[in-house]
């Protein structure tokens, strides 16, 4: 619940904002897209908004695709919407206002998905991931695309806490629709903490660590898990064992966060980290998608001293994948692994052939620049 002062104040400093929108007329602006003037929203339907244009037509966009809304006489949720870009934070708690003003029907489901993409834009990972699995047994038609992909820092308890609501929420439904979105999530969260999901049957462990999340306990306290009292019933079989089998036939979402941790660790010296992922998580992984993942683990090969070996597999992915940029980027570190054997003039030959293409990324030519200058060239 919010707290009553902080109500008064976001009432206050979004009344001093301007109308949401002119009378009797809604606005609706998609991703990339001039906006649409002067229509009704009429409904929010299987994740999709649902409004009027001008000649009556009536479109459906998916809730993804919409940049921001604005509803006659729906003041607090048209001021979250105009808040959530540039401060997430107080966007939820109008949100939040807005939902206590309708908490049934279409409008506070609407009200709700906006709701957790706020929170979890805010940092607010655990309380985005609380909703979503709310909104996913309600809706698992639509809610599965509204995944909070924020995590808090590594190891951290709240991601402690989250998967063990996802293992428990996991063990208590049937639906296929419900419990691979909690799985894959709960993959996700498990590579990103630096554990290993492990075999079915076998406690996840990480190097170092003790086992992690079980369903079938919790510390003393600790209130029984979200929907608790619908739990499957498998002779020979766990919920937690259930869910390390599904969880190792997964694939990562192409936008799952677990690459960017790599990227983040590597970036940051904590090659170690990003090794370790990698590890664990190219199995669960696409082929037709390992090509930045591959680039990452060649990285950590130049910083493990490896460097003729990463070279080479570097030179084979910048031949074979479709994409232009990651080709380039493949090339660049082509050329940090001869400067780290000692071959400036081969790394600088690189690094001029980079910089003749045009349709070189600004930030990886800034990136050769600088290596060109390191070689002396």
Not at 68 to 77: A, E, K, N, T, V
Not at 235 to 259: I, K, M, Q, S
Request: charged content about 25%.
């Amino acid at each position: 619940m919010i707290h009553a002062a902080a109500k008064t104040f976001v009432r206050f400093f979004l009344a001093a904002l301007p109308a949401a929108a002119p009378a009797c007329a809604d606005t609706v602006v998609l991703s990339g897209k001039p906006p649409f003037h002067n229509v009704r929203i009429v409904g929010f339907r299987r994740g999709k908004l649902v409004f009027r244009g001008v000649c009556r037509e009536t479109l459906r966009k998916p809730l993804g695709q919409v940049a921001s809304f604005r509803i006659d006489g729906q003041p607090m949720l048209s001021n979250a919407e105009a808040l959530v870009e540039r401060d997430p934070a107080a966007a939820v708690t109008a949100y939040e206002l807005a939902l206590e003003q309708t908490r049934r029907g279409w409008l506070a489901d609407l009200t709700s998905a906006r709701l957790a993409v706020a929170l979890d834009r805010a940092g607010r990972f655990a309380r985005a991931a609380r909703l979503w699995i709310d909104l996913l047994v309600a809706h698992p038609d639509w809610a599965a695309a509204l995944v909070p992909r924020h995590p808090g820092p590594p190891g951290c308890l709240e991601n402690t806490q989250v998967r063990r609501q996802l293992a428990a929420v996991y063990a208590t439904h049937l639906s296929p629709d419900i419990r691979r979105p909690l799985a894959t999530l709960w993959l996700e969260l498990t590579l990103y903490d630096g554990l290993e999901p492990g075999p079915a049957g076998a406690g996840a462990r990480s190097r170092g660590t003790a086992r992690t999340d079980s369903v079938a306990s919790r510390p003393a306290g600790e209130p029984p898990p979200l929907f608790g009292a619908v739990r499957r019933k498998r002779p020979g079989a766990t919920p937690a064992a259930d869910l390390r089998r599904e969880a190792a036939g997964l694939r990562l979402p192409a936008d799952t966060f677990v690459l960017q941790a790599v990227r983040e660790a590597l970036d940051g010296g904590r090659t170690g980290r990003a090794d370790a992922i990698l590890s664990r998580a190219l199995a669960h992984v696409a082929p037709a998608e390992r090509g930045p993942w591959l680039l990452l683990q060649q990285r950590c090969r130049i910083e493990a001293g490896r460097c003729a070996q990463a070279a080479d597999a570097l030179l084979a992915l910048s031949e074979r994948t479709p994409d232009p940029a990651l080709a380039a980027e493949a090339l660049y570190y082509v050329g940090v692994a001869h400067e780290r054997m000692d071959r400036a003039d081969v790394a600088a030959d690189i690094y001029r052939e980079l910089l003749e293409r045009s349709d070189l990324p600004p930030r990886l030519r800034k990136r050769v620049q600088a290596g060109l200058a390191r070689t002396g060239e």
